[in-house]
């Protein structure tokens, strides 16, 4: 990246990333992953010039009117550029010394042309939601409220995305920046800044909105759901963690069948209760409750023919192309038949397996654990939800993360219903320490993500 500004520079059209321009027969441009073709039934030669990317789309213009077309022909053409805009096949680009100093390129399906808009206000501020990032060859600044992203290639112009006066402004090229920032999102007008801070949108954090939309469809461009973009590349991760057999384990009883409960009265016992105490939990509630939630019922080896790329398993709960990524572990201080540690069940082998005994961590998790429950006493065990994210993004693009915090749920309501059934008190929590339950696992942040807490105990009798 280097700067070009100072030279001469000019607003060009280009066809954008996907979009393919072809002139046999009926001239088309097609954007590979549309439904839809956009026929361009004149002006085929100055499409062309399109399609080139480099070219002063006044020069475009300007040939077309020394072609003698009526105003109403150009017009019809500026029309169809503005729609084929609106609709994400074009992008608007900078362009000095052949250089591309920067993009507005579309990233969203909402109907707007960009540049089209209203008269720009004087003074214009950044969103609080922009954010940037470094690309392979370019600075990405988005608001994914919006529907273009700005690429930014030479890297002297990102200092015009803070607080401009646009009368100030003198230079060509920052002058058609500002406008991109504009149409991108990343600079705003003063009201719309204070509407990001008042109720409504100024509820949203700026991290948050982004994921919101990057994980869903219709406001970004981006392959969203099963798109298997790892397949072929690296096997998929093994559906059951490989239990460590150098660490101590612990085998659990056989579980009891779950007490004869109607499903109206499980739900309608369910309540959270956060104290623990009068009756402790035996290593055989641990049993039941481990087993009637997350044992391994089966497991499902791949097989092309049906569809299924990787090996998947059944188990109690649902779950999202029954790649159960979730992985449990048990932290607690001890009770009868199981000494103070963090545990790892392991799923298949109805056994609890050893990762740390070190107390500061135990506590620490405790204590964090207690503090989110509003102060409630110490749990007498803190179930650590961890995420194999891998098993997801091996086959999802842009949704594994918002899948596993889905999957994370279902797990809390499975350990709700069970645990009512048993009698047991459960708690979801919000809010965990991820570094602490990636230390007391001894597990890798980027293999296993920790994604959710869940105290249980005996229950006070007066709580039943
Ligand atoms: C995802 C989730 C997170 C929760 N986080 C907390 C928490 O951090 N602290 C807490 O004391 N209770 C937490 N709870 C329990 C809720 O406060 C409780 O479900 C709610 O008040 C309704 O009460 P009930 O569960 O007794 O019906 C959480 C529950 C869920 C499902």
Redesign the pocket.
């Known amino acids: 990246m280097s700067s070009s500004l100072g030279h001469h520079s000019f607003l060009s059209v280009a066809l954008a990333p996907g979009a393919v321009f072809s002139s046999q027969g009926t001239p088309t441009i097609t954007l590979k992953d549309r439904e839809w073709p956009l026929p361009i039934e004149e002006h085929w030669a100055a499409w062309h010039d399109v399609a080139d990317g480099t070219i002063d789309y006044e020069v475009v213009l300007d040939k077309l009117s020394e072609g003698n077309l009526s105003s109403h022909h150009i017009a019809t053409f500026i029309n169809t550029v503005q729609q084929a805009m609106a609709l994400g096949w074009l992008e608007y680009r900078i362009i000095s010394n052949r250089k591309i100093l920067a993009k507005l390129r579309p990233i969203g399906k909402l109907l707007h042309n960009p540049l089209s808009k209203a008269l720009m206000p004087k003074v214009l501020t950044p969103s609080r939601f922009t954010t940037t990032r470094m690309e392979a060859d370019f600075i990405l600044a988005k608001n994914s409220r919006f529907g273009h992203a700005l690429d930014i290639y030479d890297p002297t112009l990102l200092i015009n995305l803070f607080s401009v006066h646009r009368n100030l402004i003198e230079d060509k090229t920052k002058q058609l920046f500002v406008k991109f920032a504009y149409a991108s999102g990343t600079l705003i007008d003063e009201e719309s800044a204070l509407l990001e801070q008042t109720p409504g949108l100024g509820f949203w954090e700026a991290h948050e909105l982004d994921f919101h939309n990057q994980s869903r469809l219709g406001n970004n461009l981006n392959p969203v759901g099963g798109v298997f973009s790892w397949k072929g590349k690296v096997p998929s991760l093994p559906a059951l963690k490989a239990p460590d057999i150098s660490r101590l384990t612990v085998k659990l009883p056989s579980a009891h069948e779950l007490p004869l409960l109607s499903l109206n009265d499980v739900i309608n016992l369910?309540?959270?209760i956060?104290e623990h105490g009068d009756r402790c939990m035996t290593l055989q509630d641990l049993s039941n409750f481990l087993w009637h939630s997350l044992r391994v019922k089966e497991v499902l080896e791949p097989n092309e023919a049906t569809g299924l790329f990787y090996e998947a398993s059944i188990r109690p709960y649902p779950c999202g192309g029954a790649a159960y990524e979730l992985e449990v572990y048990i932290a607690t201080l001890g009770f009868d038949g199981l000494n103070a540690g963090v545990w790892w069940y392991d799923p298949m082998n109805h056994t609890l397996e050893l990762r740390s005994d070190k107390s500061n961590l135990i506590d620490g998790l405790l204590q964090t654990a207690s503090i989110?429950?509003?102060g409630s006493g110490i749990p007498e065990v803190l179930l650590l939800i961890t995420s194999r994210l891998g098993r997801l993004s091996w086959k999802y693009r842009s949704i594994s993360y918002a899948v596993t915090l889905k999957h994370t749920?279902v797990l809390?309501q499975t350990f709700y219903m069970i645990a009512t059934a048993l009698g047991l008190a459960p708690?979801?929590?919000?809010?965990g320490n991820s570094v602490l339950a990636n230390l007391a696992t001894d597990t890798d942040p980027n293999d296993e993500a920790s994604v959710g807490e869940f105290m249980l105990g005996g229950p006070l009798k007066k709580a039943n």
């Open positions: 369910r309540k959270s956060r989110s429950a509003a749920g809390y708690c979801g929590l919000g809010a």
